[in-house]
Protein backbone atom coordinates (compact mmCIF):
# COMPACT_ATOMS: atom_id res chain seq x y z
CA UNK A 1 0.00 0.00 0.00
CA UNK A 2 1.30 2.99 -0.73
CA UNK A 3 1.99 6.03 1.56
CA UNK A 4 -0.48 8.17 0.29
CA UNK A 5 -3.39 5.41 1.02
CA UNK A 6 -1.76 5.09 4.38
CA UNK A 7 -2.95 8.61 5.57
CA UNK A 8 -6.03 9.18 7.83
CA UNK A 9 -8.96 9.19 5.99
CA UNK A 10 -10.00 12.59 4.72
CA UNK A 11 -6.15 14.31 4.87
CA UNK A 12 -4.50 15.15 1.78
CA UNK A 13 -0.85 14.85 1.56
CA UNK A 14 0.04 18.50 2.18
CA UNK A 15 -1.61 18.26 6.24
CA UNK A 16 -4.86 20.45 4.65
CA UNK A 17 -8.05 19.39 5.29
CA UNK A 18 -9.67 18.14 2.06
CA UNK A 19 -12.80 19.85 3.27
CA UNK A 20 -12.16 23.48 2.56
CA UNK A 21 -11.49 26.20 5.37
CA UNK A 22 -12.01 29.75 5.10
CA UNK A 23 -10.45 31.63 8.26
CA UNK A 24 -12.09 35.19 8.10
CA UNK A 25 -12.08 37.99 10.37
CA UNK A 26 -12.81 41.96 10.31
CA UNK A 27 -10.52 44.49 11.50
CA UNK A 28 -9.32 47.80 12.01
CA UNK A 29 -5.70 49.12 13.11
CA UNK A 30 -4.53 45.63 14.19
CA UNK A 31 -1.51 46.17 12.56
CA UNK A 32 0.19 44.61 16.05
CA UNK A 33 -2.41 41.48 16.09
CA UNK A 34 -2.50 40.71 12.05
CA UNK A 35 0.26 38.64 11.85
CA UNK A 36 -0.43 36.34 14.64
CA UNK A 37 -4.26 36.05 14.07
CA UNK A 38 -3.44 34.57 10.26
CA UNK A 39 -0.71 32.54 11.19
CA UNK A 40 -2.08 30.19 13.23
CA UNK A 41 -4.27 29.34 10.62
CA UNK A 42 -1.77 29.85 7.64
CA UNK A 43 -0.86 26.37 7.07
CA UNK A 44 -4.28 24.34 6.87
CA UNK A 45 -6.52 27.48 5.95
CA UNK A 46 -8.30 27.31 1.53
CA UNK A 47 -8.28 30.97 2.11
CA UNK A 48 -7.87 33.67 4.30
CA UNK A 49 -10.36 36.40 4.28
CA UNK A 50 -9.90 39.88 6.07
CA UNK A 51 -12.37 42.38 6.28
CA UNK A 52 -11.01 46.13 7.19
CA UNK A 53 -13.26 48.69 8.38
CA UNK A 54 -11.34 51.61 7.77
CA UNK A 55 -7.88 50.91 8.77
CA UNK A 56 -5.46 53.57 9.28
CA UNK A 57 -2.32 52.24 10.30
CA UNK A 58 -0.48 48.97 8.29
CA UNK A 59 -2.74 46.34 8.40
CA UNK A 60 -3.81 46.06 5.29
CA UNK A 61 -0.72 46.10 4.04
CA UNK A 62 0.73 43.15 6.16
CA UNK A 63 -2.36 41.64 5.70
CA UNK A 64 -2.26 41.36 1.72
CA UNK A 65 1.81 40.34 2.32
CA UNK A 66 1.12 37.05 3.78
CA UNK A 67 -1.76 36.51 1.10
CA UNK A 68 -4.56 36.93 2.67
CA UNK A 69 -7.72 38.43 0.25
CA UNK A 70 -8.80 41.73 1.69
CA UNK A 71 -11.85 43.57 1.34
CA UNK A 72 -13.21 47.15 2.46
CA UNK A 73 -16.35 47.66 4.16
CA UNK A 74 -17.61 50.80 5.34
CA UNK A 75 -18.25 50.91 8.95
CA UNK A 76 -21.67 51.06 9.66
CA UNK A 77 -21.72 50.19 13.47
CA UNK A 78 -22.56 46.43 13.22
CA UNK A 79 -20.66 43.94 13.60
CA UNK A 80 -23.04 41.07 12.40
CA UNK A 81 -23.34 43.74 9.14
CA UNK A 82 -19.46 43.27 7.90
CA UNK A 83 -19.05 40.12 9.18
CA UNK A 84 -21.99 38.78 7.37
CA UNK A 85 -19.91 40.46 4.36
CA UNK A 86 -17.26 38.87 5.39
CA UNK A 87 -19.21 35.61 5.05
CA UNK A 88 -20.60 36.22 1.57
CA UNK A 89 -17.19 35.99 0.66
CA UNK A 90 -15.60 33.13 1.50
CA UNK A 91 -15.81 29.83 -0.60
CA UNK A 92 -14.69 27.54 2.00
CA UNK A 93 -17.09 24.33 3.20
CA UNK A 94 -16.69 25.32 6.85
CA UNK A 95 -15.68 28.96 8.32
CA UNK A 96 -13.37 29.63 11.45
CA UNK A 97 -14.17 33.53 12.55
CA UNK A 98 -12.09 34.62 14.85
CA UNK A 99 -11.27 38.24 15.63
CA UNK A 100 -7.78 39.80 15.27
CA UNK A 101 -7.09 39.16 18.70
CA UNK A 102 -7.96 35.89 19.03
CA UNK A 103 -5.72 32.76 17.89
CA UNK A 104 -5.67 29.17 18.62
CA UNK A 105 -2.57 27.17 19.72
CA UNK A 106 -0.90 25.11 17.14
CA UNK A 107 -2.03 22.22 18.95
CA UNK A 108 -5.57 22.79 18.89
CA UNK A 109 -5.44 23.79 14.74
CA UNK A 110 -4.51 20.33 15.00
CA UNK A 111 -7.57 18.97 16.71
CA UNK A 112 -9.52 21.39 14.97
CA UNK A 113 -8.71 20.24 11.21
CA UNK A 114 -8.90 16.36 12.28
CA UNK A 115 -12.67 17.28 13.45
CA UNK A 116 -13.48 19.36 10.10
CA UNK A 117 -11.76 16.36 8.16
CA UNK A 118 -14.41 13.76 10.57
CA UNK A 119 -17.30 16.22 9.67
CA UNK A 120 -16.72 16.84 6.37
CA UNK A 121 -18.52 18.58 3.92
CA UNK A 122 -22.03 19.85 4.53
CA UNK A 123 -24.92 17.29 3.31
CA UNK A 124 -27.64 19.43 3.63
CA UNK A 125 -29.15 18.07 5.88
CA UNK A 126 -31.52 19.72 9.88
CA UNK A 127 -29.68 17.56 11.68
CA UNK A 128 -25.79 17.56 10.94
CA UNK A 129 -23.94 19.47 12.85
CA UNK A 130 -23.62 23.08 11.69
CA UNK A 131 -21.65 24.86 14.89
CA UNK A 132 -18.49 24.37 16.31
CA UNK A 133 -19.11 25.22 20.17
CA UNK A 134 -15.45 25.84 22.15
CA UNK A 135 -13.79 27.04 25.62
CA UNK A 136 -12.75 30.79 25.13
CA UNK A 137 -10.03 31.78 27.26
CA UNK A 138 -9.18 35.72 27.77
CA UNK A 139 -5.63 36.57 29.05
CA UNK A 140 -5.01 39.29 30.93
CA UNK A 141 -1.39 41.57 30.38
CA UNK A 142 0.64 38.87 32.15
CA UNK A 143 -0.83 36.26 29.77
CA UNK A 144 -2.86 34.31 32.51
CA UNK A 145 -6.51 33.15 31.72
CA UNK A 146 -8.88 35.34 33.83
CA UNK A 147 -11.89 34.26 32.21
CA UNK A 148 -12.95 30.84 30.54
CA UNK A 149 -16.15 31.16 28.89
CA UNK A 150 -17.69 28.88 25.55
CA UNK A 151 -18.12 30.87 22.26
CA UNK A 152 -19.40 29.30 18.67
CA UNK A 153 -16.48 30.58 16.43
CA UNK A 154 -16.29 27.49 13.79
CA UNK A 155 -19.21 26.49 11.47
CA UNK A 156 -20.14 25.98 8.21
CA UNK A 157 -20.45 27.75 5.33
CA UNK A 158 -24.21 27.45 4.50
CA UNK A 159 -26.52 30.36 3.80
CA UNK A 160 -28.47 28.98 6.80
CA UNK A 161 -25.58 30.20 9.55
CA UNK A 162 -25.40 34.00 10.01
CA UNK A 163 -24.69 36.27 12.50
CA UNK A 164 -27.31 38.36 14.43
CA UNK A 165 -26.93 41.67 16.53
CA UNK A 166 -25.30 45.04 16.17
CA UNK A 167 -22.90 44.20 19.14
CA UNK A 168 -22.09 40.87 21.01
CA UNK A 169 -23.31 39.17 18.34
CA UNK A 170 -24.23 35.49 17.96
CA UNK A 171 -24.65 32.93 15.03
CA UNK A 172 -28.20 32.06 14.15
CA UNK A 173 -28.71 28.72 11.86
CA UNK A 174 -30.40 25.91 11.42
CA UNK A 175 -28.33 21.85 12.65
CA UNK A 176 -26.48 20.58 15.58
CA UNK A 177 -24.24 23.07 18.00
CA UNK A 178 -21.86 20.43 18.86
CA UNK A 179 -19.03 21.13 21.62
CA UNK A 180 -15.43 20.12 21.81
CA UNK A 181 -13.75 20.45 25.15
CA UNK A 182 -10.39 20.06 24.05
CA UNK A 183 -9.93 22.73 21.29
CA UNK A 184 -9.36 26.13 22.97
CA UNK A 185 -9.59 29.75 21.86
CA UNK A 186 -7.02 32.17 22.89
CA UNK A 187 -8.54 36.05 23.58
CA UNK A 188 -6.04 38.67 24.48
CA UNK A 189 -7.87 41.78 23.15
CA UNK A 190 -9.89 42.80 26.74
CA UNK A 191 -6.34 42.93 28.87
CA UNK A 192 -6.26 45.94 30.58
CA UNK A 193 -3.35 47.72 28.21
CA UNK A 194 -5.77 47.15 24.97
CA UNK A 195 -8.79 48.58 26.68
CA UNK A 196 -6.42 51.74 27.18
CA UNK A 197 -4.97 51.58 24.23
CA UNK A 198 -7.56 51.37 22.02
CA UNK A 199 -10.90 52.67 23.75
CA UNK A 200 -13.30 49.23 23.17
CA UNK A 201 -15.44 49.50 26.20
CA UNK A 202 -16.56 52.96 25.48
CA UNK A 203 -17.35 52.18 21.80
CA UNK A 204 -18.89 49.01 23.11
CA UNK A 205 -20.93 51.16 25.69
CA UNK A 206 -22.19 53.32 22.69
CA UNK A 207 -23.04 50.52 20.51
CA UNK A 208 -24.76 48.70 23.48
CA UNK A 209 -27.22 51.98 24.07
CA UNK A 210 -27.90 51.99 20.42
CA UNK A 211 -29.07 48.04 20.63
CA UNK A 212 -31.09 48.37 24.18
CA UNK A 213 -32.90 51.60 22.04
CA UNK A 214 -34.84 48.80 19.81
CA UNK A 215 -34.51 46.24 22.96
CA UNK A 216 -34.77 47.61 25.90
CA UNK A 217 -35.52 44.48 27.87
CA UNK A 218 -33.00 42.68 26.37
CA UNK A 219 -31.19 41.68 29.51
CA UNK A 220 -28.56 39.83 27.74
CA UNK A 221 -27.57 43.47 26.45
CA UNK A 222 -27.68 45.19 29.93
CA UNK A 223 -25.55 42.61 31.58
CA UNK A 224 -23.03 43.35 28.37
CA UNK A 225 -23.53 46.95 28.69
CA UNK A 226 -22.67 47.16 32.30
CA UNK A 227 -19.93 45.20 31.78
CA UNK A 228 -18.93 47.67 29.45
CA UNK A 229 -19.24 50.82 31.09
CA UNK A 230 -17.91 49.50 34.64
CA UNK A 231 -14.77 49.30 32.45
CA UNK A 232 -15.12 52.74 31.25
CA UNK A 233 -15.81 53.63 34.78
CA UNK A 234 -12.79 52.42 35.89
CA UNK A 235 -10.82 54.01 33.62
CA UNK A 236 -12.71 57.42 34.67
CA UNK A 237 -11.36 56.40 38.28
CA UNK A 238 -15.13 56.50 38.47
CA UNK A 239 -15.91 59.79 38.33
CA UNK A 240 -19.29 59.81 36.74
CA UNK A 241 -21.57 58.93 39.68
CA UNK A 242 -24.41 58.71 37.23
CA UNK A 243 -22.72 55.33 35.33
CA UNK A 244 -21.78 53.97 38.13
CA UNK A 245 -25.32 54.17 39.83
CA UNK A 246 -26.18 52.38 36.22
CA UNK A 247 -23.85 49.93 36.75
CA UNK A 248 -25.03 48.99 40.42
CA UNK A 249 -28.70 48.72 39.49
CA UNK A 250 -28.19 46.85 36.20
CA UNK A 251 -25.78 44.04 38.00
CA UNK A 252 -28.60 43.96 40.63
CA UNK A 253 -31.06 43.02 37.70
CA UNK A 254 -28.99 40.50 36.25
CA UNK A 255 -28.18 38.51 39.76
CA UNK A 256 -32.15 38.41 39.85
CA UNK A 257 -33.24 37.85 36.05
CA UNK A 258 -33.46 34.04 34.79
CA UNK A 259 -32.91 35.23 31.42
CA UNK A 260 -29.90 33.63 29.15
CA UNK A 261 -26.89 35.60 30.09
CA UNK A 262 -23.38 34.59 29.70
CA UNK A 263 -21.76 32.48 32.75
CA UNK A 264 -18.81 35.10 33.53
CA UNK A 265 -21.00 37.90 33.01
CA UNK A 266 -23.51 36.55 35.97
CA UNK A 267 -20.50 36.16 38.18
CA UNK A 268 -19.23 39.42 37.20
CA UNK A 269 -22.79 40.74 38.77
CA UNK A 270 -22.18 38.92 41.80
CA UNK A 271 -18.80 39.95 42.53
CA UNK A 272 -19.79 43.86 41.89
CA UNK A 273 -22.95 43.82 44.15
CA UNK A 274 -20.54 41.78 46.54
CA UNK A 275 -17.79 44.46 46.79
CA UNK A 276 -20.31 47.18 47.06
CA UNK A 277 -21.69 45.88 50.27
CA UNK A 278 -18.71 43.72 51.63
CA UNK A 279 -17.58 46.27 54.19
CA UNK A 280 -20.49 47.61 55.45
CA UNK A 281 -21.17 46.38 59.11
CA UNK A 282 -24.96 46.25 58.41
CA UNK A 283 -24.80 44.30 55.50
CA UNK A 284 -23.23 40.85 56.75
CA UNK A 285 -26.29 38.83 56.00
CA UNK A 286 -27.08 40.38 52.94
CA UNK A 287 -23.56 38.98 51.96
CA UNK A 288 -24.30 35.84 53.24
CA UNK A 289 -27.55 35.33 51.26
CA UNK A 290 -25.63 36.65 48.01
CA UNK A 291 -22.82 34.14 48.47
CA UNK A 292 -25.66 31.48 48.87
CA UNK A 293 -26.98 32.61 45.77
CA UNK A 294 -23.75 32.36 43.89
CA UNK A 295 -22.65 29.14 45.20
CA UNK A 296 -26.12 27.82 44.37
CA UNK A 297 -25.40 29.32 40.64
CA UNK A 298 -21.87 28.65 40.34
CA UNK A 299 -21.32 25.58 42.25
CA UNK A 300 -17.86 24.71 40.74
CA UNK A 301 -16.73 28.48 41.60
CA UNK A 302 -14.68 27.80 44.48
CA UNK A 303 -14.08 31.47 45.83
CA UNK A 304 -18.14 32.34 46.77
CA UNK A 305 -17.55 29.36 49.31
CA UNK A 306 -14.61 30.77 50.67
CA UNK A 307 -16.56 34.78 50.79
CA UNK A 308 -19.72 33.09 52.46
CA UNK A 309 -17.19 31.29 55.61
CA UNK A 310 -15.38 35.03 55.70
CA UNK A 311 -18.86 36.35 56.59
CA UNK A 312 -20.15 33.45 58.48
CA UNK A 313 -17.54 33.99 60.89
CA UNK A 314 -17.82 37.71 60.91
CA UNK A 315 -21.49 36.90 61.82
CA UNK A 316 -20.56 34.85 64.60
CA UNK A 317 -22.45 31.87 62.83
CA UNK A 318 -18.83 29.45 63.13
CA UNK A 319 -20.66 26.36 63.09
CA UNK A 320 -22.27 26.79 59.45
CA UNK A 321 -18.47 28.08 58.03
CA UNK A 322 -16.71 25.16 59.72
CA UNK A 323 -19.33 23.07 57.20
CA UNK A 324 -18.78 25.11 54.22
CA UNK A 325 -15.31 25.10 54.98
CA UNK A 326 -14.34 21.61 55.27
CA UNK A 327 -17.20 21.43 52.08
CA UNK A 328 -14.82 24.13 50.58
CA UNK A 329 -11.58 22.12 51.24
CA UNK A 330 -13.47 18.48 49.53
CA UNK A 331 -13.75 20.34 46.35
CA UNK A 332 -10.11 21.94 46.33
CA UNK A 333 -8.46 17.95 46.86
CA UNK A 334 -10.77 17.14 44.10
CA UNK A 335 -9.20 19.58 41.63
CA UNK A 336 -5.98 19.55 43.20
CA UNK A 337 -3.47 17.82 40.61
CA UNK A 338 -5.93 18.40 37.80
CA UNK A 339 -4.02 21.07 34.74
CA UNK A 340 -6.94 22.27 33.52
CA UNK A 341 -8.57 23.10 36.58
CA UNK A 342 -11.99 21.26 35.33
CA UNK A 343 -14.35 19.20 37.36
CA UNK A 344 -17.44 17.53 36.01
CA UNK A 345 -16.61 19.59 32.55
CA UNK A 346 -16.86 23.32 34.12
CA UNK A 347 -14.41 25.30 35.41
CA UNK A 348 -13.02 25.40 39.04
CA UNK A 349 -12.24 28.98 39.44
CA UNK A 350 -10.57 30.34 42.58
CA UNK A 351 -8.48 33.98 41.88
CA UNK A 352 -9.40 34.76 45.64
CA UNK A 353 -8.20 31.37 47.01
CA UNK A 354 -5.72 31.67 44.53
CA UNK A 355 -4.26 35.09 45.90
CA UNK A 356 -4.37 34.18 49.53
CA UNK A 357 -4.07 29.98 49.92
CA UNK A 358 -3.75 30.78 53.61
CA UNK A 359 -6.96 32.34 53.61
CA UNK A 360 -9.04 29.23 53.84
CA UNK A 361 -6.97 28.15 56.81
CA UNK A 362 -7.56 31.39 58.59
CA UNK A 363 -10.90 31.26 58.08
CA UNK A 364 -10.91 27.20 59.55
CA UNK A 365 -9.14 28.80 62.54
CA UNK A 366 -11.22 31.51 62.88
CA UNK A 367 -14.35 29.23 63.19
CA UNK A 368 -12.56 26.74 65.32
CA UNK A 369 -11.96 29.44 67.69
CA UNK A 370 -15.47 30.54 67.70
CA UNK A 371 -16.68 26.42 68.56
CA UNK A 372 -14.33 26.35 71.14
CA UNK A 373 -12.23 23.63 69.59
CA UNK A 374 -8.87 23.80 70.84
CA UNK A 375 -7.24 20.62 69.08
CA UNK A 376 -8.58 21.99 66.27
CA UNK A 377 -7.09 25.81 66.76
CA UNK A 378 -3.92 24.05 67.56
CA UNK A 379 -3.67 22.39 64.15
CA UNK A 380 -4.94 25.19 61.69
CA UNK A 381 -2.61 27.41 63.60
CA UNK A 382 0.18 25.20 63.10
CA UNK A 383 -0.49 24.50 59.33
CA UNK A 384 -0.58 28.34 59.11
CA UNK A 385 2.25 29.51 60.87
CA UNK A 386 4.33 26.77 58.63
CA UNK A 387 3.78 28.56 55.68
CA UNK A 388 3.98 31.81 57.39
CA UNK A 389 6.23 31.71 60.46
CA UNK A 390 5.64 35.86 60.63
CA UNK A 391 2.63 36.08 61.24
CA UNK A 392 2.17 37.45 65.19
CA UNK A 393 -1.87 37.77 64.97
CA UNK A 394 -1.54 33.74 64.42
CA UNK A 395 1.46 32.87 66.37
CA UNK A 396 0.34 35.09 70.12
CA UNK A 397 -2.88 33.29 70.10
CA UNK A 398 -1.21 30.02 69.79
CA UNK A 399 0.99 30.31 72.37
CA UNK A 400 -1.27 30.96 74.60
CA UNK A 401 -4.14 28.60 73.86
CA UNK A 402 -0.95 25.52 74.24
CA UNK A 403 0.17 27.29 77.78
CA UNK A 404 -3.55 27.13 78.78
CA UNK A 405 -3.61 23.56 77.67
CA UNK A 406 -1.60 22.62 80.67
CA UNK A 407 1.81 22.41 78.71
CA UNK A 408 4.66 23.02 80.78
CA UNK A 409 6.86 25.79 79.18
CA UNK A 410 9.12 23.25 78.14
CA UNK A 411 6.71 21.42 75.97
CA UNK A 412 5.56 24.71 74.85
CA UNK A 413 9.23 25.59 73.43
CA UNK A 414 9.59 22.29 71.85
CA UNK A 415 6.20 22.70 69.55
CA UNK A 416 7.72 26.49 68.66
CA UNK A 417 10.76 24.83 67.81
CA UNK A 418 9.17 22.77 65.09
CA UNK A 419 8.20 25.66 63.48
CA UNK A 420 10.81 28.38 64.30
CA UNK A 421 14.41 28.46 64.27
CA UNK A 422 15.58 28.31 67.94
CA UNK A 423 19.07 29.01 66.98
CA UNK A 424 18.28 32.21 65.30
CA UNK A 425 18.26 35.34 67.44
CA UNK A 426 15.80 36.66 65.37
CA UNK A 427 13.12 33.81 65.43
CA UNK A 428 13.74 33.91 68.98
CA UNK A 429 12.93 37.70 70.02
CA UNK A 430 10.15 37.37 67.57
CA UNK A 431 8.59 34.30 69.24
CA UNK A 432 9.30 36.07 73.42
CA UNK A 433 7.08 39.29 71.74
CA UNK A 434 4.43 37.72 70.86
CA UNK A 435 4.51 35.47 73.97
CA UNK A 436 4.55 38.85 76.07
CA UNK A 437 1.38 40.15 73.64
CA UNK A 438 -0.74 37.34 74.54
CA UNK A 439 0.28 38.12 78.51
CA UNK A 440 2.20 35.11 78.55
CA UNK A 441 4.86 37.24 80.66
CA UNK A 442 7.33 34.37 82.57
CA UNK A 443 7.38 32.34 79.10
CA UNK A 444 8.92 35.77 77.19
CA UNK A 445 10.68 36.38 80.11
CA UNK A 446 12.45 32.41 79.65
CA UNK A 447 12.77 32.98 75.97
CA UNK A 448 14.78 36.43 76.63
CA UNK A 449 16.86 34.78 78.30
CA UNK A 450 18.07 32.25 75.87
CA UNK A 451 17.72 35.07 73.34
CA UNK A 452 20.16 37.14 75.78
CA UNK A 453 22.88 34.00 75.74
CA UNK A 454 23.14 33.52 71.82
CA UNK A 455 24.61 37.52 71.70
Known amino acids: MSKKKKMKKNQSSSGKPEVKLSQCMI ?36 AE ?16 AAKNYAIKQATGDWI ?3 DADEYFSPEDTAKLIEKLNVLGVSTGSSNETTILQMPWHQLNDAGEVIVIDVQNRVFRNIKEVYYVGRIHEYLHGRGEIKFIDDTAIIHTGYAETELKERGKAARNVELLRMELKERPNDMMMKAYLADSLNSVNALNDYSNQDDVAEVDSVFREVIESDAMIPEYLRKKAFEHVLREV ?23 NLDFYYYCSVKLNEAEKYEQAWELLHDLDSKIDKVSGSKSGMSDGT ?8 SDPLGIYGQTLIAAQGLGDVENTIKYAEIILKENKSLNNILSPYIHILLNTGLAP ?13 TSL ?9 AKDCGAIEFARMLMTIAGEMQ
Open 27 to 62: VKNEEKNIETALNWAKPVAYEQIVVDTGSTDRTVEI
Open 65 to 80: KMGAKVYHFDWINDFS
Open 96 to 98: AFL
Open 278 to 300: WNDPDKVSDCVALCEKAIKAFPH
Open 347 to 354: ASTSAAIA
Open 410 to 422: DEVFEKLAEIYDI
Open 426 to 434: NDMLFIARS
